[in-house]
């Protein structure tokens, strides 16, 4: 089945260090999504690509990097730069065109600072 | 500034009657709604959607109602059950294959 697979889905980070969240998906998407979510908020968006090699910063990247080396992958490092990264974060995919340009999630990977 | 949000955190039902949820957004030029069901420790799911050119849209025990008048899109689940116990998530859309903007979720609770 075609799908989006977050891993892991647990994770913890000493302070000081740097983590990446990996996110693959085989639904031949061309978009990739990475949110924040927090208890109580809304998701926020801290990166998206539309295409392989290129990405650009939603509204909260400060302390987050990614890369889009190939179409299927998009992993998020999580740098010590980020203060406050306990959090849940989600990967998302999407087409670019057609009449249903929806998200599909990953089921997430939770982030705690240890 | 524009925002799409809910009006009810939390909302509490008995098992077999119909939900309602509710999303408020600001920007009139939005033109695709999403409703996403997110279970605990779990990513969104698709339900369902609409586009600003259609009032009502109907899946499975579900209903989208969207009022572009007063910006306002509700979700309607019938004979609702404990499975449909998760948060909720109205996402809207403002420019064609751009990124989706996400209200804060509300919490359905379905009680026995």
């Known amino acids: 089945d075609g799908g989006i697979t977050q891993s892991p889905k647990y994770l913890f980070r000493k302070e000081g260090q740097n983590v990446t969240l990996s996110c693959e998906q085989n639904?031949?998407?061309?978009?990739m999504y990475w949110y924040r979510q927090d208890p109580g908020q809304g998701l926020r968006l801290i990166y998206y690509s539309q295409i392989v090699n290129d990405f650009q910063k939603g509204d909260i990247a400060e302390g987050y990097s990614v890369s889009r080396e190939k179409k299927e992958s998009f992993p998020l490092t999580v740098t010590s730069a980020q203060k406050n990264p306990t959090a849940f974060y989600l990967c998302a995919s999407s087409v670019l065109a057609g009449p249903n340009y929806g998200y599909t999630f990953g089921s997430g990977t939770r982030l705690t600072v240890v | 500034g524009e925002s799409v949000g809910l009006h009810l955190p939390t909302l509490s039902v008995q098992e077999g009657d119909n939900s309602i949820i509710n999303c408020a957004y600001s920007?009139?030029?939005?033109?695709?709604f999403i409703w996403y069901k997110q279970e605990s420790g779990k990513g969104p799911q698709f339900i369902i959607d609409?586009?600003?050119?259609?009032d009502k849209r109907q899946g499975q025990r579900v209903t989208v109602l969207l009022n572009k008048t007063v910006k306002h899109l509700s979700l309607q689940i019938a004979a609702t059950q404990p499975g449909d116990s998760a948060v909720y998530f109205c996402?809207?859309?403002?420019?064609?294959?751009?990124?989706?903007?996400f209200g804060p979720g509300t919490r359905l609770s379905v009680l026995p």
């Open positions: 996402a809207e859309n403002r420019n064609y294959g751009q990124n989706f903007v």
């Open positions: 639904l031949n998407h061309d978009a």
């Open positions: 920007n009139s030029a939005s033109d695709y």
């Open positions: 609409i586009r600003s050119n259609m």
